[in-house]
């Protein structure tokens, strides 16, 4: 069972360049979210989605943008990489039936912005 | 915006002894939700329990929560090495279930 897949897992970019971290989840999970981690603030929503076409603003948005065409795949776009955007991102999926799930995380991309 | 914070930030025992942390949350929830993450790696779920219940088990995990105190914790009992880890709360906000909002994180060390 893959579950939950980012990659690439290390990047480094230089400010001012635009990437796309790929998310990809096989459980057919309605809920798809992504998180930025940082030394000492924890897990910070910056968006997410509750189905294919559906996506939302969480906590930290700016930066950063998302789609999702297909219910499997949620990228996370960084339109023009700044040093401040140097974090470690995770994908989340957690299913939407019946409420009261638990959310299934990837392994983590590790970014640094020179 | 983050919802739990987590007490303490961090916490060094022995094996064998009991890890207690604490969540405290500031609006209505559907469940709150304990994870583990070992270094340098993805979160792992560990327990979740309703808001209508008080207390939940699961193997060496005790979970409670206060909804009248906005606050949850965790025990673990018998510590072991393998614990070593940072522990998140996380809650499911009643109206808003779709993105689960996490606290800090406490750092768990446990010492041979």
Redesign the interface.
Known sequence: NAGVTQTPKFQVLKTGQSMTLQCAQDMNHEYMSWYRQDPGMGLRLIHYSVGAGITDQGEVPNGYNVSRSTTEDFPLRLLSAAPSQTSVYFCASRTGTGGNTEAFFGQGTRLTVV | ??QGEEDPQALSIQEGENATMNCSYKTSI??L?W?RQNS??????LI?I?SNEREKHSGRLRVTLDTSKKSSSLLITASRAADTASY?C?T?ESGS?????????TSLLVTP
Do not use: I
Request: hydrophobic share 30%; glycine share 20%; no cysteine.
């Open positions: 915006s983050q559907n469940n939700q994870y340098g790696r993805g979160l792992v779920h979740l309703r998140f996380a499911d279930g779709y993105a689960l909002n996490f606290g800090k994180g």
